[in-house]
Antibody, heavy 116, light 107 residues
Framework: EVQLVESGGGLVQPGRSMKLSCAAS????????MAWVCQAPKKGLEWVAT????????YYRDSVKGRFTISRDNAKSTLYLQMDSLRSEDTATYYC?????????WGPGTMVTVSS | DIQMTQSPSSMSASLGDTVTITCLAS??????LSWYQQKPGKSPKLMIY???NLEDGVPSRFSGSRSGSDYSLTINSLGYDDEGIYHC?????????FGSGTKLEIK
């Protein structure tokens, strides 16, 4: 059974950093691209970033370029999202998702609140 | 960026009804369109991919269609379990984008 479990969310002050993790199991992690998708409270879904199966390619939405870094450790079957220079508008639930062409499996999400 | 205009934003229907949710793509995305169902407090669940293909385990009451740049999700024989928010998503090109969501309430 495919499982994705995010961790690392919480309350953080504007301008500070936070690192999210996503532990994957139930599939061959290094065969799949992976992604982060976020959802602000009562809002729609927004794609954040994608990393290729081997980590050689990364893609970001414009609003996080230069502030967020997606990475992976295939030996640990773990996906990461390093978030720097956080802003109030980054407040959202962050989902880890397996990214074939579309997002076929999602984790339960971890909430990030950026507030002083 | 490709804009996905989703309608309606919310709707209410009765048990057994048939409903249709639509997404209009701002440019050609071929069949690179998926639909997700999201229950309150839960993560999205893939329902349809490739505009018309039903994900494994999804009831056949759900179907997807395409007419030009208009994409539709139709749900037949509505049940209480179909209540939730439905999102369309284009994966034709980066940045990947979603529709604004449709909240479906069962009366």
């Amino acid at each position: 059974e495919v499982q994705l479990v995010e961790s690392g969310g919480g309350l953080v002050q504007p301008g500070r950093s936070m690192k999210l993790s996503c532990a994957a199991s139930g599939f061959t992690f290094n065969n799949y691209d992976m992604a982060w998708v976020c959802q602000a409270p009562k809002k729609g879904l927004e794609w954040v970033a994608t990393i290729s199966y081997d980590g050689s390619s990364t893609y970001y939405r414009d609003s996080v370029k230069g502030r967020f870094t997606i990475s992976r450790d295939n030996a640990k079957s773990t996906l990461y999202l390093q978030m720097d220079s956080l802003r109030s508008e980054d407040t959202a639930t962050y989902y880890c998702a397996r990214h074939g062409w579309y997002f076929d499996f999602w984790g339960p999400g971890t909430m990030v609140t950026v507030s002083s | 960026d490709i804009q996905m205009t989703q309608s309606p934003s919310s709707m209410s229907a009765s048990l057994g009804d048939t409903v249709t949710i639509t997404c209009l793509a701002s440019q050609d995305i071929g069949n690179y369109l998926s639909w997700y169902q999201q229950k309150p407090g839960k993560s999205p669940k893939l329902m349809i991919y490739g505009a018309t293909n039903l994900e494994d385990g999804v009831p056949s009451r759900f179907s997807g269609s395409r007419s030009g740049s208009d994409y539709s999700l139709t749900i037949n024989s509505l049940g209480y379990d179909d209540e939730g928010i439905y999102h369309c998503h284009q994966y034709y090109e980066y940045p990947l984008t979603f529709g604004s969501g449709t909240k479906l309430e069962i009366k």
